[in-house]
Nanobody, 124 residues
Framework: QVQLVESGGGLVQTGGSLRLSCAAS????????MGWFRQAPGNERDLVGL????????TYADSVKGRFTISRDNAKNTVYLQMDSLKPEDSAVYYC?????????????????WGQGTQVTVSS
């Protein structure tokens, strides 16, 4: 079965950095676009960013542009989210997700596989 397992979350001070990893198994990783989403209490699950199958193209939410970087290693079946200059408003549960779709990749509904999430808390 398909598994996506996030790691790397935790507590960090404002301005700090964290690197999240998402290890995938049970699917042909290079055939899926990968997205990172986040959800804070009382909020919807929003796209943080996504990366194409080859890793050659990335898209980011305006709120994280210039601070977050998504990358992937298809040989290791892993996608990463490097988060720098963290702010308290970045606090949320972060999820990785896999999509076989070729359009509307900003919508959570187009992702068929999800990880369990990892908590990121940024203290002020």
């Amino acid at each position: 079965q398909v598994q996506l397992v996030e790691s790397g979350g935790g507590l960090v001070q404002t301005g700090g950095s964290l690197r999240l990893s998402c290890a995938a198994s049970g699917l042909t990783f290079s055939s899926y676009s990968m997205g990172w989403f986040r959800q804070a209490p009382g909020n919807e699950r929003d796209l943080v960013g996504l990366i194409s199958r080859s890793g050659g193209s990335t898209t980011y939410a305006d709120s994280v542009k210039g601070r977050f970087t998504i990358s992937r290693d298809n040989a290791k079946n892993t996608v990463y989210l490097q988060m720098d200059s963290l702010k308290p408003e970045d606090s949320a549960v972060y999820y990785c997700a896999a999509s076989s779709a070729f359009s509307r990749l900003t919508s959570p509904s187009n992702y068929g596989y999800w990880g369990q999430g990892t908590q990121v808390t940024v203290s002020s």
